[in-house]
């Protein structure tokens, strides 16, 4: 035998391990073979490199665009190829020459060898991002390691085989292998067929015993064949179908940008042995809202760049799940390390509540946040939210002629607008804030020494982040410490700002939602409405609540709800029963960063993208979607036990709380409720 060709990897592999007693040596090609890329053209790995090099060179003020760094090094590494050629049968070229030479050119006086070491880092960091190994293969090749067969990898191209073995040892196929060869060492390469003589007097191998296996016909099959060396030579279908689905996408992304959210989508598909069963949850979390939540993170990133933001705050139980996915994708979006710190911030709407009255007192804002769940009826509400002892506010309450049960709100029996009247009035009160304030006065001075003690003061300007969606953590925050000289400026993000109450923006707090703003009208954006409990259970932290911050003589402490009580339980079933759909958001992150990285959008380029995912999700899901991400537990700490009037409550049952029949069966059930959402958001 001497060359044999196969269309299918499986017969390949099938046929290599019955003849392999016949062969004492089995070299491999590397890519296309042994490794599959997920992208279809390798040179558009070189492309975040561009983008990595004018980064650097930015922090020297030298300014080109990525387009002119990349065609520099196309240039030098063409014109190493020709001189090679004048040498050698094969024009090759060898990474570390012709990028030294690339840097020195673009950076002159400023080039180091550190730069060099940075640039090569960031590439095979991004090479090995997009390259997974071929199960079959590599499971053959870890059966020829148990026969005591002498294993090579042969690549042509310019990486040199120390680079090579980085790759193939994130590959985790080094300690399979006796070693790796690459053209870029000789510049003799398998195209010509001058490697092959070459490797058998390196390794004193014998051409009888020797097969070689890849998965070009010229350089894999007729030059080692010539050479008398046994080939198989793997012609893949379905892997040229992949690469040509990924291929159409990224070339269509380029004019119509719904399809950029979709190529990016396809880049992090898993392949090969990471192809696993996973549950239905997972999926949704890797697939759905993995993506929305790794390009949320890329663009406050983009935006602390921007902005010369040194510092990102990530708080409430979701910002914990944001923090994880910043430092799993931000490496491989801005390897120039040119981001803020991060750090997570323990706070709650309970624990902020009764401290950001410590200076106002309680404003009308905060009793209409404290009012708003439709389970919260009077002033017991508003003195469990706030954390006050109903019998030093009863005297004043009596003076206003109400009582802790007097009704404030009209979704329940027995409101009197008069009521709301007198708690107007009752707010306006200077005795009654002197006891709000001297309430919470213990509560206040535990926040500020928590914060004093994280370092939150000691920037100008910080960026927090949440999930949404009234604000009112960011609020009540700024509340607490904007009386300080050394309160920061608060740039704030949610994932989707609902608005409810206004938020107030001034020179020194700033809210935008980033995936959906109800002051930017967006249709398709809004349809995050539908089911904004779904995103904010996904990204709870595993830790409890925080109830309240409590002053001690040592300082000052954290206090967490217990999961002993219902609550508690229900919590903690709710965590774990969303445990892999979290997983599957963790999961994402990285191959998000190297993926958008390797496309070079941002959030603005994925919106389509997002926006359809979001209306056909959440607007237009199917049954089983709904059954799978609907929760079975949702804790809402502000909201109270009291029930609404039935009239108040009549027609307002929400698409996902319909059982699986109803949404299999009612007819246009899903277009009654999208056109009830449209006249909503229309309306607002």
């Not at 191998?205 to 894999?220: C, E, F, Q, R, Y």
């Not at 997972?282 to 929305?292: A, H, K, L, S, T």
């Not at 910080?462 to 009234?470: N, P, T």
């Not at 938020?503 to 707090?509: A, E, G, I, P, Q």
Request: charged share 25%; glycine share 6%; hydrophobic share 40%.
């Amino acid at each position: 035998m001497i060359q044999q060709t196969f269309y299918s990897l499986e017969k390949l592999v099938e046929y290599g391990r019955r003849c392999a007693s016949d062969y004492q040596t089995i070299s491999f090609d590397l890519f296309d073979t042994l490794l599959v890329r997920r992208i279809h053209d390798p040179d558009v790995v070189k492309l975040p490199v561009a983008r990595y090099i004018v980064d650097l060179a930015g922090q020297y003020g030298i300014i080109r665009s990525w387009q002119a760094v990349q065609r520099l090094r196309d240039k030098v590494e063409k014109n190493q190829r020709i001189e090679t050629g004048k040498k050698f049968d094969d024009h090759e070229a060898c990474y570390p020459v012709f990028m030294e030479e690339t840097l020195r050119l673009l950076f002159g006086q400023n080039y180091t060898p550190s730069l060099l070491d940075d640039v090569t880092r960031y590439e095979l960091e991004m090479e090995s991002r997009m390259l997974v190994p071929r199960k079959l293969l590599t499971d053959w090749l870890a059966n020829l390691k148990v026969q005591s067969k002498r294993l090579l990898i042969i690549s042509d191209v310019y990486l040199p085989a120390e680079h090579l073995r980085i790759l193939v040892e994130r590959a985790g196929l080094l300690d399979l292998v006796e070693d790796v060869v690459s053209s870029a060492d000789t510049f003799l390469a398998k195209a010509s067929g001058k490697a092959f003589p070459l490797i058998q007097e390196r390794f004193e191998l014998t051409k009888a015993s020797w097969l070689h296996v890849g998965d070009n016909p010229i350089s894999d099959g007729l030059r080692p064949a010539e050479f008398g060396i046994s080939t198989l030579v793997l012609k893949d279908g379905e892997e040229k179908f992949r690469k040509a689905i990924i291929k159409r996408y990224f070339n269509y992304s380029k004019g119509r940008p719904f399809y950029r959210g979709r190529a990016l989508q396809q880049l992090m598909l898993p392949l090969e042995a990471e192809n696993i069963e996973r549950s239905d949850l997972y999926v949704e979390g890797y697939n759905f809202i993995g993506p929305m939540i790794g390009s949320f993170v890329q663009h406050i990133a983009d935006e602390c760049r921007r902005l010369g933001l040194k510092k990102v705050f990530f708080f409430s139980r979701e910002g914990h799940t944001f923090k994880k996915v910043w430092e799993r994708c931000t490496p491989l979006l801005f390897p120039d390390n040119n981001l803020p710190e991060i750090e997570y911030l323990y706070v709650s709407r309970m624990a902020l509540a009764g401290a950001s009255c410590a200076v106002e007192g309680l404003t009308k804002t905060s009793v209409s946040i404290a009012l708003l769940p439709q389970g919260n009826k009077d002033f017991t509400d508003i003195a469990r939210i706030f954390q006050l002892d109903l019998a030093g506010v009863t005297p004043h309450l009596q003076r206003y002629k109400l009582t802790a049960t007097s009704c404030l709100s009209p979704h329940h029996e027995g409101y009197d607008q008069k009521y709301s009247v007198r708690l107007l009035e009752l707010l306006e009160d200077e005795a009654f804030q002197d006891e709000i304030k001297v309430q919470v006065r213990p509560a206040s001075e535990a926040l500020q020494r928590y914060l004093i003690d994280i370092g939150f003061f000691d920037h100008d300007q910080v960026a927090v982040v949440d999930i949404g969606w009234l604000g009112t953590i960011q609020r009540f925050l700024y509340n607490s410490v904007k009386h300080r000289s050394d309160c920061p400026r608060l740039h704030g993000y949610v994932f989707g700002a609902t608005r409810g109450i206004p938020f107030k923006d001034d020179l020194k707090n700033s809210l935008r939602g980033v995936i959906y703003d109800r002051e930017r009208f967006d249709l398709a954006a809004s349809c995050i409405l539908y089911s904004r409990d779904v995103f904010e259970e996904a990204c709870r932290a595993p830790h409890p609540t925080l109830e309240k911050y409590e002053l001690t003589e040592q300082g000052y402490t954290l206090k967490f709800r217990t999961k002993d009580d219902a609550t508690g339980q229900a919590e903690q079933k709710q965590d774990e029963y969303y445990a892999s759909l979290q997983q599957g958001i963790l999961d994402s992150a990285a191959p998000f960063g190297a993926a958008s990285a390797l496309l070079g959008y941002h959030l603005e380029d994925y919106r389509s993208w997002f926006h359809y995912s979001l209306a056909a999700k959440l607007a237009f899901p199917h049954a089983s979607e709904v059954t799978t991400m609907r929760h079975k537990y949702h804790l809402d700490d502000f909201h109270g036990t009291n029930k609404p009037k039935k009239e108040k409550v009549r027609g307002e049952k929400l698409l996902w709380d319909y059982n699986p029949a109803a949404l299999r069966f009612l007819p246009f059930l899903r277009l009654r409720h999208f056109w009830r959402h449209v006249r909503s958001v229309i309306k607002n």
